[in-house]
């Protein structure tokens, strides 16, 4: 099973965090690819305050291999929010990203198990 990383593992990446990085390059090591959801990359990006920071956020987020939403991710997302958005406050950003996972059969790893663990049938980890 493939491997999707969710934004808080990108931005450790991004700061440096040598878990992370040790995270990842086990990651790639073990299947060549690791995957993002494009919602991520846009949150990613949402934290750039300069020219600069983009860049090389760009360049950072070059390194995945990025999943488009498609007209199913969207079905299931929407179907997502209307089931976990009263009980569990999911947002909007998190059903896209959750149901690119349940889309492509992948390992969501995240720092943010409550966002997620409710999912039905979402296989969401900690990544370290």
């Known amino acids: 099973m493939g491997a999707l990383i969710d934004t808080t593992v990108v931005i450790d990446l991004a700061n440096g965090d040598q ?3 040790d995270f990842c390059n086990t990651l ?3 299947s060549g690819l690791i995957y993002i959801s494009t919602i991520t990359a846009m949150e990613v990006f949402v934290g750039a305050q300069r020219k600069r920071e983009l860049n090389y ?12 939403m ?5 079905d299931i997302a929407l179907g997502l929010m209307k ?23 992948l390992v969501l790893y995240t720092h943010n198990l409550k966002h997620f663990r409710h999912i039905a049938q979402l296989d969401v980890q900690r990544p370290y």
């Open 57 to 68: 956020l760009t360049e950072l987020i070059s390194i995945f291999r990025p999943i488009k």
């Open 28 to 30: 790639l090591q073990q």
């Open 19 to 21: 878990a992370a990085v």
């Open 70 to 74: 498609t007209e199913e991710i969207s």
């Open 83 to 105: 089931k976990y958005r009263l009980a569990h406050g999911l947002s909007i950003p998190d059903a896209l990203i959750a149901a690119t996972g349940l889309v492509e059969n």
